[in-house]
T-cell receptor
Framework: AQTVTQSQPEMSVQEAETVTLSCTYD???????LFWYKQPPSRQMILVIR??????QNATENRFSVNFQKAAKSFSLKISDSQLGDAAMYFC????????????FGTGTSLTVIP | EAQVTQNPRYLITVTGKKLTVTCSQN?????MSWYRQDPGLGLRQIYY???????DKGDVPEGYKVSRKEKRNFPLILESPSPNQTSLYFC???????????FGPGTRLTVL
């Protein structure tokens, strides 16, 4: 089975500052997808950003960007200009491109935004 | 509105009493999944389905059953719930590419 590791159970950031959440994964496959999901206190799971492994360019979505290092099997999330609404649990997830529907999630990082 | 719905949202039950958590999506998605979320463990996939009558085990299938008789519905069945199945459960759906999963609002289950 694939494994996804988030080594930072908790992180904090000052409002308007930048924070980076770490994620590493273990796989022998070359074609896969990586995701970051946000879970606010409402418990709703919200897709933040997605990266296809075959793409060398790092994905960006407004204030959110990733640093995808395929050889190192690393997939970190950078949040710029942090806002109070960014406070949430963040999960990294992996999906092999050809298995259809098997997803593997990390254990999550709880992000606190300090006003 | 495109959405995944789950019912009930909250359920308290007793050991051994069979229960079903329903999941329905209105996006005509082929893929559907069930997850459980536990503190410190993240989300773990219980079962997934790639289409009607096609289901497969995820990482933690013991004690659960599913069925996919219609494309839009994917119920989770606990035949004999036990306290270690107390958890937050999510249903999710996606197209066959699986690139974007849409999650339901979650079901908080407590087994006494």
């Amino acid at each position: 089975a694939q494994t996804v590791t988030q080594s930072q159970p908790e992180m904090s950031v000052q409002e308007a500052e930048t924070v980076t959440l770490s994620c590493t994964y273990d796989t022998s496959e070359s074609d896969y997808y990586l995701f970051w999901y946000k879970q606010p206190p409402s418990r709703q799971m919200i897709l933040v950003i997605r990266q296809e492994a075959y793409k060398q360019q790092n994905a960006t979505e407004n204030r959110f960007s990733v640093n995808f290092q395929k050889a190192a099997k690393s997939f970190s999330l950078k949040i710029s200009d942090s806002q109070l609404g960014d406070a949430a649990m963040y999960f990294c997830a992996y999906r092999y491109a050809n298995t259809g529907n098997q997803f593997y999630f990390g254990t999550g990082t709880s992000l606190t935004v300090i006003p | 509105e495109a959405q995944v719905t789950q019912n009930p949202r909250y359920l308290i039950t007793v050991t051994g009493k069979k229960l079903t958590v329903t999941c329905s999506q209105n996006m005509n998605h082929e893929y559907m999944s069930w997850y459980r979320q536990d503190p410190g463990l993240g989300l773990r996939q219980i079962y997934y389905s790639m289409n009607v009558e096609v289901t497969d085990k995820g990482d933690v299938p013991e004690g659960y059953k599913v069925s996919r008789k219609e494309k839009r519905n994917f119920p989770l069945i606990l035949e004999s719930p036990s306290p270690n199945q107390t958890s937050l459960y999510f249903c999710a759906s996606s197209t066959w590419t699986g690139n974007t999963q849409y999650f339901g609002p979650g079901t908080r289950l407590t087994v006494l």
